[in-house]
Structure formats: C-alpha cells, structure tokens
C-alpha cells in the first residue's frame, strides 16, 4: 500500500497514457483491405474505387477506373456517389491515412462497404500492381 502512495503520480501516468493507447486503438473505424483483399473485390465487379487525393497526384498516377474527389471536397460531393452505396467502395490515399478519414465520412453517410486501401497507392505499386496515368 505505502508503494501505491508514493507512487501515484508515476502510476496515473501510466493509467492515463495506456488508456489513451486504448482510446486510440477502438476509434480506428472503418475497414481496411490490403491490396490482394482489394483486387479481388474489384475482380468481382461493379466496384468504385476512390482516389482521395489531390487532383495533381491523382493525374500523376492511380488505379484504373478510380474516381478522384480529394477529401477537402468528399463531403460537399458526397452525392457523386449516391449510385455505389449498396456496392463495395474501396478509398485510395497515397499512404492509407486519409482514406481512413474518408471511409469514415463514407461510413457515416450510409456507405457500409466502404472500405480503406491498407497503405495506399504506395502499397498498390509495391505489389506490382498496374497504375494509370
């Protein structure tokens, strides 16, 4: 007992920051696909896939038949894609973060095979996989 009361300021730093750790991990929302998951959804048919990055990257290179609308814009063109909310969406970022944000919103909006490219277009060419330009 004399140990926790001298040392309660060093054990709520540890309570405080593991909780934290735990916030962190269960507000990761939203599904994620590696690219092997993400080419067989595709494979399967009439799939969206959604580039989530600006249109000068876009332009520079993604996977075919994407469509691109950057995150700042997803939630004012949301209803581009009223069309694919029964079907699977796969989100595309360069790295997997901002699709996470964007399936998210997509999630949100009643999109409930949105799912995020785990990371991105960076782990698509890793793959070998083809890119357009």
């Known amino acids: 007992m004399k140990f926790i009361i001298d040392n309660i300021f060093l054990i709520g730093i540890v309570l405080v920051s593991g909780g934290a750790l735990v916030m962190h991990t269960l507000q990761r929302v939203g599904a994620k696909v590696t690219p092997?998951?993400?080419?067989?959804?595709?494979?399967?048919?009439?799939?969206?896939?959604?580039?989530?990055?600006?249109?000068?990257?876009?332009?520079?290179?993604?996977?075919?038949?994407?469509?691109?609308?950057?995150?700042?814009?997803?939630?004012?063109?949301?209803?581009?894609?009223?069309?694919?909310?029964?079907?699977?969406?796969?989100?595309?970022?360069?790295k997997g973060l901002k699709s996470a944000k964007a399936t998210a919103q997509l999630k949100k909006a009643g999109y409930n095979e949105a799912a995020s490219l785990l990371g991105g277009l960076d782990a698509w060419q890793s793959q070998g996989l083809p890119v357009s330009k």
């Open 36 to 94: 092997l998951q993400a080419t067989q959804i595709i494979n399967q048919g009439k799939t969206l896939i959604l580039d989530v990055r600006t249109a000068d990257e876009f332009a520079a290179g993604h996977i075919r038949d994407a469509k691109n609308i950057p995150l700042k814009e997803l939630k004012a063109r949301i209803a581009e894609l009223e069309k694919f909310k029964e079907r699977p969406v796969i989100v595309v970022c360069a």
